[in-house]
């Protein structure tokens, strides 16, 4: 065999090594096979069930949106935007959109202050500091509906042990869920009662993994107090902040349990969300179409606040 066949031969057998056309030799090229990844196998289940009960219902919510869907009807109307744009113009749900806007604003600010300050307050490791950290998060592991029906008894002003150490000092009972003003203050301060033990956790295992060298390098040049928390704490903690943040703005502006228990979304629609709204919507008045539409305005909001939210907390390599 001359040289030069031997290096043809080399170099269609590299070519098809690698993945490319062999020159045409006259020979008919092996077909490649096709290889299936075991892992398709396994994640199988799991992407049935993700499917079925998650990809599914999201495309037909969105299609229910778009008819006057009712329950029992003979038929559904179409409707095109119509359930949009009956929403825009509803009073109802600008203000449950009002309440869900101040529910989450004032829940989560109050729980991320709260909660980095029991952190620092408890990070050092001593049996007094385990005790107060289970207590604080003890609540976060009780369900919603359970704390909500808790503090109703308890803010109840002819039962209620609220009322009545009020009344123990002298004072007049307080319409707490009963009045206007009162309600959705009252429950903004159960939910951060419930919920600063998880943020607290998560502040706490962060502030535990800032380098201590990080600190003394700043003290070393002078920082101190509100410069160390301002130039090494808080960018130290940021990814920390970030899921913190998102994971409470989310359940926030989900919240259900816990308003639909302690007051339904009353007194004179105080405390009404858009979560109640939709429920009352959908499973009262049977306007799965309108229910719809609300949950997809729901879902756009959640995403443009999370959208912001990882804007503003991105880690920058100036910090």
Known sequence: MSTTSTASA?????????????????????????????????MAPSLTIIAVF?????????RYSLYDWRVGADSQEWLGLGNYT???????????LRVTVIFAVASVALQLLLGYAAAAALQRDGWFNRVVRSAFFFPTVVALAVIGLVWRFLLD???????GLIERFGGDPVQWLQDPALALPTVIFVSVWKNVGFTMIILLAALKGVPAQLYEAARLDGASGWRLTRHVTLPSIRPAL????????????QVFDLVYVM???????????????????????FRIGYASAIAWVLFALILLLSALQLKLFRYRDVD
Do not use: C, H, K
């Open 10 to 42: 080399s170099g269609a057998r590299g070519v098809a090594r690698r993945g490319g056309s062999a020159p045409d030799t006259g020979t008919t090229p092996r077909r490649r096979r096709i290889r299936w990844q075991p892992a398709w196998l396994f």
């Open 54 to 62: 998650i990809a599914y219902p999201i495309v037909e919510s969105f």
């Open 86 to 96: 009956e929403l825009f113009g509803d009073e109802r749900f600008w203000n449950a």
């Open 157 to 163: 002003p002819q039962i209620g042990l609220v009322s």
């Open 242 to 253: 970030l899921f913190a943040t998102m994971i409470m703005t989310i359940n926030s502006l």
């Open 263 to 285: 007051t339904n979304g009353g007194p004179l629609f105080a405390t009404d969300t858009l979560v109640t709204m939709m429920f009352r919507e959908g499973f009262e008045n």
